[in-house]
Structure formats: C-alpha cells, structure tokens
C-alpha cells in the first residue's frame, strides 16, 4: 500500500516505510524495510520533488522476491504520483 502526500516545498522527496510484526521477525521486517528502501532510491527519478511518500508492507512482502517487489513498487509509484 502506498500513500502520496503532494507537498508545498520544494526540498526532495521522502519517504518512509511501515512494516509491522505480521510481517515477521525483527530480523525479516529489517530485511523488507532495506530491500525498499533500496527500490524507492532506485525509483527516485520518477517521483516529484517535494512528496512524501509512506509505503506500508504488506505480510506478503516477507516471502516476495527482490523483482517482484520492485513490480510492487513501481506500479504503486507511478499510480500515485501522476
């Protein structure tokens, strides 16, 4: 799930991430937490300046390979950020 709140200011855009204990350990929540941060620098490009962006992991995030969470993330970003 992802959450888009156009901002006034001009400064780059942020982001931030909600992952709870459904879906895993400290250990697993760490490991989703990185692998979208990682994603999200990647998509940087295609997001406003100025945005926040908050996406929530879901517990299937736990089990999804590295592509498709990318899928995940990119189709997320440019629905909310047109």
Sequence with gaps: MTYVNRAVTDGPAR??????????GAVVRNT?????????FESLDSVAPGDDIVIRALPSAAS????????DVEKCLTRRTR
């Excluded at 982001?15 to 895993?24: A, D, E, K, L």
């Design 32 to 40: 989703v937490r990185r692998r979208l941060k990682a994603l999200c």
């Design 64 to 71: 999804a390979s590295f592509a498709d969470l990318r899928s």
């Design 15 to 24: 982001f931030g991430f909600i992952v709870s204990r459904q879906v895993g």
